[in-house]
T-cell receptor, first 112, second 114 residues
C-alpha cells in the first residue's frame, strides 16, 4: 500500500524524556517535512530534507532533531529541550515536479 | 512577508449553501496556491490548487478564485454537504534554495448543517 506511515499514532511522555516519531514513505519522493499543528495556528515547519544526509531547520526547530539516513525515512526526535511539546505532528513528502505536499496521518504527542 | 492570512476562523453553512473561505498573501514570489482539507485526527489532504497565471480553477463543487493584483485567493464550495465539514487550510509556496517552501494559513473550521 503506497503512502506515508507515521508511528506511533498516540504517544505519552513524561517531562524530561526524549521521544522519537517515525515517518516512512514508499512514494519515492525526495523531499520530506515535519510540521507541528496546534489549535488555531495552522501548520508550522520544524525541519525539512530534500536529499539523504541533508536537512534544514524550519521556523520552529529549537528542541527538535532529525536524521535522513535513507530516502524513505525521516524520524523526528522531540528532545527534553522542547518547552511545550504537546501537539499533533505531521510528516509530509513532496516532489519537485508538481510542488504538491502529501501528508501522513499524524502523531499526537502528549506530555504528562 | 511570508505570512498567509485566512478568514473566517470558523464558518457555519446550511446544507446546499455556498461556503467561501478567503486568503491573502504578501510575497509576490509565491507561485503555487493549494487548499488542504483536514478531518479530525487525520492528516491534511490536497483538495485543489492553482498557479498565479490562472484566475479560476474548478474541480467538481470546489472552485479557487485567484486575484493576483489584490494578492488574494478564495475557496468556494458549492452545494455544501455535511461531509464537507472539516478544517480547510490555504497555503502558498515558493521555490527556495532547498526545494519548495510552504506557508500555511491558520485554518477555517467549516460546519455544514444537515
Amino acid at each position: 500500500d503506497g503512502g506515508i506511515t507515521q508511528s506511533p499514532k498516540y504517544l505519552f511522555r513524561k517531562e524530561g524524556q526524549n521521544v522519537t516519531l517515525s515517518c516512512e514513505q514508499n512514494l519515492n519522493h525526495d523531499a520530506m517535512y515535519w510540521y507541528r499543528q496546534d489549535p488555531g495556528q495552522g501548520l508550522r515547519l520544524i525541519y525539512y530534507s530534500q536529499i539523504v544526509n541533508d536537512f534544514q531547520k524550519g521556523d520552529i526547530a529549537e528542541g527538535y532533531s532529525v536524521s535522513r539516513e535513507k530516502k524513505e525515512s525521516f524520524p523526528l526526535t522531540v528532545t527534553s529541550a522542547q518547552k511545550n511539546p504537546t501537539a499533533f505532528y505531521l510528516c509530509a513528502t513532496g516532489t519537485q515536479n508538481t510542488g504538491e505536499l502529501f501528508f501522513g496521518e499524524g502523531s499526537r504527542l502528549t506530555v504528562l | 512577508q511570508q505570512q498567509v492570512k485566512q478568514s473566517p476562523q470558523s464558518l457555519i453553512v446550511q446544507k446546499g449553501g455556498i461556503s467561501i473561505i478567503n486568503c491573502a498573501y504578501e510575497n509576490t514570489a509565491f507561485d503555487y496556491f493549494p487548499w488542504y482539507q483536514q478531518f479530525p485526527g487525520k492528516g491534511p489532504a490536497l483538495l485543489i490548487a492553482i498557479r498565479p497565471d490562472v484566475s479560476e480553477k474548478k474541480e467538481g463543487r470546489f472552485t479557487i478564485s485567484f486575484n493576483k493584483s489584490a494578492k488574494q485567493f478564495s475557496l468556494h464550495i458549492m452545494d455544501s454537504q455535511p461531509g464537507d465539514s472539516a478544517t480547510y487550510f490555504c497555503a502558498a509556496s515558493i521555490e527556495g534554495n532547498y526545494g519548495q517552501n510552504f506557508v500555511f494559513g491558520p485554518g477555517t473550521r467549516l460546519s455544514v448543517l444537515p
